[in-house]
């Protein structure tokens, strides 16, 4: 479904309007804003496999530091910075994240490498506001490859209609639409907004179980006694 397809169902469905008609048109906005919220709610509800993304960045000799891509929320739990194979030594190794403090004591002490072996998030563009990524003072360019947690994409009915895609289609009808249903008849007063919750909060428990991870495998905690069977 898309984010038109959303709203459509909504306000024929719970609404009881045209969906295409014109006068319509303050409501399609507000939906519209709910549906942000509930994209939101979704997105962070968990660190879902299918939001992990991949970028490079490359800081310049001798500056230590770069913003981080644009879309940047957090490292998350699994993710992590590497030096990707690809010359000057680089081998794939993955930096430690270490508080800023670290940084600063090597970059105050002038100590200085090629091939970082730390990394930490600190600090901000003043004119983007873009994080950094801070690494002791380099002496040639440094490649790093990041894997990390996005922001959730701007959606919209326009040139954005298709990003709540991104939330994978499967979940939309039993999490993303009774999310929207949830809030759109609460903003009513209708009391039938509780219903739509429960229905909200069922589905993404269906949603958690199907994104476990380690599928496939069995899980059981380690014996007393020092094997497992």
Do not use: C
């Amino acid at each position: 479904m898309n984010v038109t397809e959303i709203i459509d169902q909504v306000l024929a469905r719970d609404d009881n309007i045209v969906a295409t008609d014109a006068d319509n048109s303050t409501r399609r906005t507000r939906l519209l804003e709910y549906l942000r919220e509930v994209e939101a709610e979704v997105w962070w509800r968990r660190d879902w496999t299918w939001k992990k993304k991949r970028a490079t960045v490359t800081i310049p000799a001798g500056q230590g530091y770069v913003t981080l891509p644009a879309d940047f929320s957090s490292m998350g739990l699994y993710g992590g910075v590497y030096l990707p194979r690809g010359g000057g030594g680089a081998d794939g190794t993955k930096l430690e994240m270490v508080p800023e403090s670290v940084i600063t004591d090597l970059r105050e002490s002038n100590s200085s490498n090629s091939l970082p072996s730390e990394y930490a998030l600190f600090g901000q563009d003043p004119t983007t506001f873009l994080q950094y990524i801070q690494i002791a003072t380099n002496s040639g360019a440094v490649t790093l490859a990041i894997w990390y947690q996005p922001n959730p994409p701007d959606i919209d009915e326009a040139a954005n209609v298709n990003a709540i895609k991104a939330i994978p289609e499967k979940y939309h009808q039993l999490v993303v639409v009774p999310g929207l249903r949830a809030k759109a008849r609460e903003a009513k007063g209708d009391a039938m907004w509780q219903k739509a919750v429960a229905d909200y909060e069922k589905g993404f428990v269906w949603m958690q179980s199907e994104e476990n991870r380690f599928q496939g495998e069995y899980r059981q905690l380690p014996s007393f006694f020092g094997r497992s069977y």
